[in-house]
């Protein structure tokens, strides 16, 4: 399969920005997309960028996308300890199979 | 929008014996379905991937007569891990679309604990 990959691990202090990176392999991906796990919990889909798209900003949440770099983040502004969960990252080259990154666990500190 | 349920949310099942996971689209129909198996401190893994009406396609490494898998309707597939063993403890979950805009709908998962 695909190649996805991010750091495991992220602590910022509440209030500041987050920066969750991910680096995949397929140049080929349409869809790509962050999810938030809480403990013990499904995959919640926070957002989704399409390949042809450079940023994308949703309230807290800012998208980028390096297509040629392969590179893709998440910015969390205003860190909630609310927010403290494991992201993944995702794509999808096309037809159904979906790749998933290792997960980043971030922590917020008080 | 595009709820999938997943029920039961933790079982224990003594090893040697069978349990099965249902998967269910709310409200939307999913033709294919899929189940990941999350091990620790790891991403999900992709088991296999539902099909409704045929086959499901199993992953390289996944036993397809451990692991049974059936998408007999739209709304609803199953994981039925047979003979278990305490090495198939895990959190089983499934996931649908109802389309690729808006990316795949996780169930809440299935804490498996076979003693």
């Known amino acids: 399969g695909e190649d996805v990959e991010q750091s495991l691990f992220l602590s910022v202090r509440e209030g500041d920005s987050s920066v969750i990176n991910c680096t995949y392999t397929?140049?080929?991906?349409?869809?790509l997309y962050w999810y938030k796990q809480e403990p013990g919990a499904g995959l919640q889909l926070l957002t989704y960028i399409f390949s042809n798209m450079d940023m994308k900003q949703d309230q807290r949440l800012t998208v980028l996308l390096n297509k040629k770099d392969k590179h893709l983040s998440l910015r969390i502004a205003d860190t909630q300890t609310g927010d403290s969960a494991i992201y993944f990252c995702?794509?999808?080259?096309?037809?159904?199979?979906?790749?998933f990154g290792t997960g980043t666990s971030l922590t917020v500190i008080p | 929008g595009a709820v999938v349920s997943q029920h039961p949310s933790w079982v224990i099942c003594k090893s040697g014996t069978s349990v099965k996971i249902e998967c269910r689209s709310l409200?939307?129909?999913?033709?294919?379905m899929f189940w990941y198996r999350q091990f620790p401190k790891q991403s999900l893994m992709l088991m296999a991937t539902s099909n409704e009406g045929s086959k499901a396609t199993y992953e390289q490494g996944v036993e397809k007569d451990k692991f049974l898998i059936n998408h007999a309707s739209l709304t609803l597939s199953t994981l039925t891990v047979t003979s278990a063993h305490p090495e198939d403890s895990s959190f089983y979950i499934c996931?649908?679309?109802?389309?690729?805009?808006?990316?795949?709908?996780f169930g809440s998962g299935t804490r498996l604990t076979v003693v």
């Open positions: 996931s649908a679309s109802p389309d690729r805009a808006r990316g795949y709908t």
């Open positions: 397929d140049s080929s991906s349409t869809y």
């Open positions: 995702a794509e999808t080259p096309g037809g159904n199979q979906f790749y």
């Open positions: 409200d939307f129909q999913a033709t294919t």
